[in-house]
């Protein structure tokens, strides 16, 4: 009996211990973690991922600065206070990748906007963050970005699974609660930007965070990248796609470390905001940029720019890699509906099942 009463009791302390942690914003995402498709998966944060103390202590200039921060927040315990993740290691990349994206009037009210993600064939996270004083989202990442495998799979180990909390800091796309739309793209060649003033620095996936975390409309989303200092960190242009519910959609460019912003409902990866590269880049392996434009604009024009959920659909399909002499695939296309609050993945260029997600 004795025995059995202090295995009881080891057990009950070890119950205390661990599932104390439901109180524990990491221990209670990572209980969300889940694959939802062949390589593909779900997490929720709902908390403080101290990404406000991160643009406050001055931001990153690099991937590698922005992941020493998330790495010492999680073994310090100082997202809420366990300092659980004691063997963590974050290393993040973003190497180049193509992409498209169209905004219209949906056909049931409101806005709908489409975007593919063409690169290699990565794991993807879905990422459901409920920040602290800011707007809850849904984004989508690239696990590879943060070295995880395409047969990476969660093992129900904390300690090893904590890795996946990363993907908040990495966004590649996605939409708030406002149904404020953000997309990062390439913008077709090798002008870095590093804007280097005395404002808060971020890389471009931080900008997205930043963006979906505290802006309602693009407006706003314009006035919070005017308040930060931009990275391009890959040795590679990139360019914004952001539209709201109200019907405005952009462009946001940097060429020779100064903003650009114009309308457009349509980008790919060649420059086009009015500034001086307008209508230049576009890499030699994607030259198709402009006929994937080009294709997105007429598929616009040609319905009035009143779309639904199938014609964005197809018009992504459209100008999805597998159309093109590419060793690209279209790793995920999502079509963001704000007024539902439903986004529609397809998975590696596969329109046939869909995915959806209501929030």
């Not at 080891?10 to 661990?18: E, T, V």
């Not at 600065?65 to 290393?91: C, P, Q, Y």
């Not at 169209?102 to 906007?113: E, K, L, R, S, V």
């Amino acid at each position: 009996m004795k025995k059995s009463l202090l295995f009881g009791f080891i057990l009950l302390a070890n119950i205390f211990l661990f599932t104390g942690c439901d109180y524990n914003a990491e221990m209670s995402s990572l209980k969300t973690l889940r694959k939802i498709h062949n390589g593909v998966f779900y997490i929720e944060y709902e908390g403080d991922y101290r990404f406000d103390e991160y643009i406050k202590a001055g931001g990153g200039k690099t991937n590698d600065e922005m992941a020493d921060f998330i790495e010492s927040d999680l073994r310090n315990g100082k997202w809420s206070g366990t300092g659980a993740g004691k063997k963590i290691s974050v290393k993040i990349t973003t190497p180049e990748f193509g992409c498209s994206s169209i905004a219209a009037n949906n056909t049931d009210g409101g806005q709908i906007f489409g975007r593919n993600f063409d690169w290699n064939d990565c794991a993807i996270m879905i990422i459901h963050t409920k920040p602290n004083g800011g707007y809850e989202s849904i984004s989508t990442s690239c696990l590879e970005f943060l070295g995880l495998r395409r047969n990476w799979n969660p093992v129900n180990n904390f300690s090893k699974d904590i890795i996946a909390l990363a993907s908040i800091y990495v966004p590649l796309d996605g939409i708030n609660e406002k149904g404020l739309y953000i997309a990062d793209l390439m913008a077709g060649d090798e002008e870095q930007t590093a804007q280097n003033t005395s404002k808060p620095d971020v890389t471009t996936t931080a900008a997205i965070r930043l963006v979906l975390d505290k802006a309602a409309t693009v407006d706003e989303a314009i006035k919070l990248l005017e308040g930060v200092d931009m990275y391009s960190v890959i040795g590679s242009a990139h360019h914004f796609a952001i539209a709201d519910a109200k019907g405005k959609s952009v462009v946001v460019e940097y060429v020779n470390n100064k903003m650009y912003v114009t309308d457009t409902k349509v980008l790919t990866n060649h420059y086009t905001a009015e500034s001086p590269k307008k209508d230049e880049g576009s890499n030699p392996d994607r030259e198709n940029s402009r006929e994937r434009f080009a294709k997105l604009l007429d598929a616009g024009e040609k319905s009035s720019w009143v779309m639904n959920a199938e014609d964005v659909r197809n018009a992504m399909e459209n100008v999805s890699a597998q159309n093109y002499s590419t060793d690209d695939i279209t790793a995920w296309s999502v079509i963001f509906e704000p007024e539902k609050r439903k986004l529609t993945y397809y998975f590696r260029g596969d329109f046939e099942k869909p995915f959806v997600l209501e929030f």
